[in-house]
């Protein structure tokens, strides 16, 4: 069964718009890793963030920002005045259990493309 | 910050011949590797778990004689695509995971692997 969903596909916006970008996770843990990562066209993951289960604060750091919400199992990121470069797959993915900690489950990805 | 390796970054082979691939941590010690693979237009799917010193770990689905791995040393983990055939072609990327100070995983950029 699939433990990470991000069910949009492909998000196209125009530069200086806002984007968020959904992430919905399924675990039976109480202790779990929560992570977004940028795959930009050469192919390399980029690390953007990392979130453990008793952390629900949100996190803004430039112009990302992520929205964590354990009662709805959520961990929605948001890029706010998009730019060209922010054109990538972005993987949401969970890490769960101490014992399988570094096994990351990745969702299938969205696509931004941001044109001018 | 550490920096995990991947050789080659990408390679073109005939059907029938086997393909090594290198993970190295360049600046940290590494006893847990992991091996992912993506096939076009697709998410991350764990193959498995590499441990140093001792059999990997496969993931329910991958061919443990098809993939050979070996973890030889605590900076260097090899993927060996053994009898590569054209279904084999995809991007290969590992991961260390460093456990000193905060438990932190490094993606190396990836081997794109074609098999003709």
């Known amino acids: 069964a699939q433990k990470v969903t991000q069910a949009q596909t492909e998000i196209s916006v125009v530069e200086k718009e806002d984007v968020t970008l959904d992430c919905v996770y399924e675990?039976?843990?109480?202790?779990?890793?929560l992570f977004w990562y940028k795959q930009p066209p050469s192919g390399e993951l980029v690390f953007l963030i990392r979130?453990?289960?008793?952390?629900?604060q949100n996190e803004i750091s430039g112009r990302y920002s992520w929205n964590f919400q354990k009662s709805t199992s959520s961990f929605n990121f948001t890029i706010t005045a998009s730019q060209v470069v922010d054109s990538a797959v972005y993987f949401c993915?969970?890490?769960?259990?101490?014992?399988?900690?570094?096994?990351?489950?990745f969702g299938a990805g969205t696509q931004v493309v941001v044109t001018p | 910050g550490a920096v995990v390796s991947q050789h080659p970054s990408w390679v073109i082979c005939k059907s029938g011949t086997s393909v090594k691939i290198e993970c190295r941590s360049l600046?940290?010690?590494?006893?847990?590797m992991f091996w992912y693979r993506q096939f076009p237009k697709q998410s991350l799917m764990l193959m498995a778990t590499?441990?140093?010193?001792?059999?990997?770990?496969?993931e329910q689905g991958v061919e443990k004689d098809k993939f050979l791995i070996n973890h030889a040393s605590l900076t260097l983990s090899t993927l060996t695509v053994t009898s590569a055939h054209p279904e084999d072609s995809s991007f290969y990327i590992c991961?260390?995971?460093?456990?000193?100070?905060?438990?932190?995983?490094?993606f190396g950029p990836g081997t794109r692997l074609t098999v003709l």
């Open positions: 979130r453990n289960s008793f952390d629900e």
């Open positions: 991961s260390a995971f460093r456990t000193s100070g905060t438990d932190t995983q490094y």
């Open positions: 675990t039976r843990d109480t202790t779990y890793y």
């Open positions: 600046d940290f010690q590494a006893t847990t």
């Open positions: 993915a969970l890490s769960e259990a101490p014992d399988s900690w570094g096994k990351l489950q």
């Open positions: 590499s441990n140093e010193g001792s059999k990997a770990t496969y």
